[in-house]
């Protein structure tokens, strides 16, 4: 194939592959596991997630050792956390074996894009699930389909592996408090599209949002949970409206497994004038570093890098993770998928 392509300067973009699956949810039941060719969806034009937003995805990435297996991290934590997205919005819950064999099976047929071991590259896969029934009046859809695609993908912030700027910025939100930022709905997505491109404009690569009710504490950045390093502690925000991040939750048992103490708590801006390290961590942004938090309206700098390099414990974190994603560390908590080819 395309060995031409060149794994090594990915971006974290679509590119088309060769296959995609899909399921489709009609009578009360999902159907059989569908493999399609085509890039493209015949969608009715009252289908209810174009009107009203039953929209849900997820993200999970999949990795080629050194050994040429591929390996796909924690897909199980991605087939439960789509199902309360699913239960969030009314929409159908597609069951997690069903998940876990779409998943397999799109890998499998698309082996030849996993990025090469030692490219950095991952291949990202991508599962959405939309309400497809035509609807007029606001109430679910009576019928779902479900897809999963995937990606050849690099680093999601250009830096890489290397400190980025965040800002807050208090007028904007992107859920409300007892809204959906819970879940992976695609209009959190959209509802934070203002602010991020806003950021860009002034040179940051995400915006910290703080939580939507008080101002008072972080929340999360737009794409990836927020963890700071504070006196040796691991500590980030506890929040109804954040995305309960299935990285954050590996880093936080890779850091106690290393002795570090975790604390999962509110954290409020002043008390980042006191941390150590810090980084925005997900599937796409792994664990990036942060190394400087402006305050937009207060005009406060928070300098967390102060040497400008990621800092010890970061580092550690990201580097345990991504050998066992790569299959370069033991994997004692069970957390890849090996696919067979
Ligand atoms: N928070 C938001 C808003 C996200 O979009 C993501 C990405 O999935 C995350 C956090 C990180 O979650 P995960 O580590 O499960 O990818
Ligand atoms: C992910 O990390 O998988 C995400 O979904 C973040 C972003 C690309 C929306």
Not at 115 to 120: A, D, F, I
Request: charged share 25%; with cysteine; net charge negative.
């Amino acid at each position: 194939m395309d060995n031409e392509l060149d794994w090594k300067n990915l971006t974290f973009g679509y590119m088309p592959t060769d296959y995609n699956v899909r399921c489709r949810y009609r009578n009360g039941e999902w159907g059989e596991i569908e493999v399609s060719q085509s890039e493209m969806i015949d969608l009715h034009m009252a289908a209810t997630c174009l009107h009203y937003g039953q929209e849900i995805f997820e993200g999970l990435k999949a990795f080629r050792g050194k050994d040429g297996k591929i390996r796909v991290f924690r897909l199980e934590e991605n087939a439960r956390r789509i199902r309360e997205s699913a239960k969030g919005l009314m929409m159908a819950q597609l069951p997690e074996e069903k998940f876990i064999e779409m998943v397999k099976k799109v890998v499998a047929l698309n082996a030849r894009f996993v990025p090469p071991y030692g490219s950095g590259a991952s291949l990202y896969i991508r599962p959405i699930e939309i309400g497809t029934s035509a609807q007029v009046g606001v109430k679910p859809a009576s019928e779902y389909l479900f897809i999963i695609f995937v990606s050849p993908v690099g680093p999601y912030f250009k830096t890489g592996f290397r400190p980025t700027k965040i800002c807050i910025m208090r007028q904007y939100d992107r859920v409300a408090p007892r809204g959906t930022g819970r879940w992976k709905v695609g209009g959190n997505y959209a509802a934070s599209l203002t602010a991020g491109v806003h950021a860009h404009e002034l040179g940051y690569s995400a915006v910290l949002y703080l939580d939507p009710k008080e101002k008072k504490y972080l929340d999360e950045c737009g794409p990836a949970n927020f963890i700071a390093i504070k006196d040796g502690v691991y500590i980030t925000p506890a929040s109804d409206s954040i995305l309960p991040s299935i990285t954050n939750k590996s880093l936080m048992q890779l850091a106690e497994d290393m002795g570090i103490k975790v604390e999962c708590r509110h954290i409020t801006v002043d008390e980042l004038d006191e941390v150590d390290e810090a980084a925005a961590v997900g599937t796409a942004a792994v664990a990036s570093p942060v190394g400087e938090i402006d305050d937009l309206d207060t005009g406060k700098k928070y300098v967390i890098a102060k040497d400008g390099n990621p800092g010890p414990v970061v580092t550690r974190l990201y580097d345990t993770l991504r050998g066992i994603q790569n299959g370069d560390l033991p994997d004692p908590h069970g957390w890849c998928t090996i696919i067979e080819e």
